[in-house]
């Protein structure tokens, strides 16, 4: 019991300060130990206002660790606590105890709590994580920012270590390690303590707090909104086009967080890709509908997935003879599941997208139709340009009804962050044109006429 007394007492002192001392401006003290820094000026600052004392009479051990009874019993007398020795709401901090005066009233003011089975564990280390739940509490803070650390996940819960990190941070007590990270669970050391008490007390010491960079993506849209909050229903501070570099440094959920120039905010992460997408570049997605085991639509004695792919590898190798990119989400007769062609389009870097399908329906119906979303914003127009120039190629080349371009919410459509469309070749279950599907001519026809519409597309782009 002494030994730990003489050890406590030596880290910490008797006096206890009035509030009214503590905004007082840095001073440039003499070092008063031999293992600290002239820059550690917080723990200069505490030292000189009987805040703080040594190891010994020349040595602070700064990277020893803070019990988390030595933390409640600092933030007690910054605090000016009454610290009258009495009983604690802990089975494990006697009211004998020379802290239990400090713990008890912190306890009653909210910004200490001790374990579910109705412990305090007074001599087990601080982690960086409780001070942060600590000095929110102790100094009221209910601000909170556009924090972000690698190794905390975003959670806006008020009691969440994300909120107690994010309130420190956004008052200016911690920058984090430097790297992007809090490190929620490592020890607390005595300069770190130093550091936060002081910033906390005194305006002069905190950090303005800065993110780290964790990722640098580029737009793959034009007209993209940032905004001031992870959701659409937040206002739009500033809009991207294609190929903006923007520096990522958090994400909430699928919401990225960061800067591209002057603007920052928040941008749905679908719209961002690692590759640089130039504006002017060609490079379409083609997806042959269904595969594998998925046939599609059976009929005529033809599958659709057999005609997709033939239709799509003909579309393919028309583009490139135009100097068009093309990424294949299946160049064989493999499965694919629908929920996977988007993303596996966006990883490629494409800037559009055409998926190609036939139909069926009653055998009366017949002709080609083309079809685009305008669920998301951004895309709506291009996504209809997209559809409009093949749909008005393809049913001449396939000498078809027109069944016109139509608006729908098909998942890769919806999904899409960039402009897509999907072509419905002809109806498989009308005799007309399955035998016109079953033939290399109209398949090359039709193949032909959409590689000429998505030319037709990147042109007007360049325009618009
Ligand atoms: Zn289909």
């Not at 994400?251 to 967080?257: E, I, L």
């Not at 239709?311 to 028309?318: C, S």
Request: proline share 3%.
């Amino acid at each position: 019991m002494k030994n730990l007394f003489m050890k406590v007492s030596l880290f910490l002192v008797a006096i206890v300060l009035v509030i009214s001392s503590i905004g007082l401006s840095p001073t440039s003290a003499a070092v008063p130990f031999k293992d600290i820094l002239s820059t550690d000026k917080e723990i200069i600052y505490l030292y000189d206002r009987g805040m703080i004392k040594g190891t010994s009479a020349t040595t602070f051990s700064p990277d020893a660790s803070v019990t988390r009874e030595q933390a409640a019993v600092m933030i007690g007398r910054a605090f000016n606590f009454n610290s009258t020795p009495r009983k604690t709401s802990f089975t494990d901090v006697k009211s004998s105890s020379y802290s239990s005066g400090y713990i008890q009233e912190a306890v009653n003011r909210g910004i200490i709590t001790g374990y579910g089975d109705g412990t305090f564990k007074p001599l087990q280390t601080m982690t960086r994580g409780e001070m942060a739940f600590l000095l929110s509490r102790a100094f009221n803070l209910t601000k909170t920012g556009n924090v972000f650390f690698t190794d905390i996940k975003v959670d806006t819960a008020s009691t969440s270590l994300y909120t107690a990190v994010n309130k420190i941070a956004t008052f200016g007590i911690s920058n984090g390690t430097g790297t992007g990270t809090y490190a929620p669970n490592e020890d607390l050391n005595r300069r770190q303590f130093a550091a936060f008490l002081a910033r906390g007390l005194n305006p002069n010491y905190r950090v303005v707090f800065q993110n780290a960079s964790i990722d640098t993506l580029y737009v793959t849209v034009d007209s993209l909104n940032v905004r001031t909050g992870p959701s659409t229903g937040y206002t739009a501070v500033g809009k991207l086009n294609t190929g903006a570099k923007f520096t990522v440094y958090g994400y909430n959920g699928v919401w990225a967080y960061g800067t591209s120039g002057t603007i920052s905010g928040y941008v749905h992460s679908s719209y961002l890709s690692k590759a640089v997408v130039s504006a002017e570049k060609r490079y379409i997605a083609i997806d042959a509908g269904h595969g594998g085991t998925d046939p599609g639509a059976v009929a005529n004695g033809l599958r659709e997935k057999d005609v997709n792919l033939d239709v799509a590898k003909r579309v393919e190798a028309y583009l490139k003879t135009k100097g068009i990119s093309v990424y294949m989400t299946r160049s064989t007769d493999k499965t694919i599941a629908l929920d996977q062609r988007v993303p596996l389009a966006v990883k490629s870097g494409a800037n559009a997208f055409v998926s190609i399908h036939a139909n069926s329906a009653t055998p009366a119906a017949s002709g080609s139709e083309t079809f685009y979303s305008a669920a998301l914003d951004e895309n709506a127009i291009h996504s209809k340009q997209l559809a409009t120039f093949i749909q008005n190629r393809l049913y001449k080349a396939m000498s078809h009804n027109n069944r016109g371009v139509k608006e729908a919410p098909y998942l890769v459509l919806r999904t899409n962050p960039m402009p897509a469309a999907l072509v419905e070749l002809g109806f498989l279950t009308n005799s007309s044109d399955a035998y016109k599907l079953s033939t290399v001519y109209y398949k090359d026809r039709a193949a032909s006429a959409i590689a000429s519409g998505i030319d037709d597309y990147y042109k007007w782009k360049a325009n618009n």
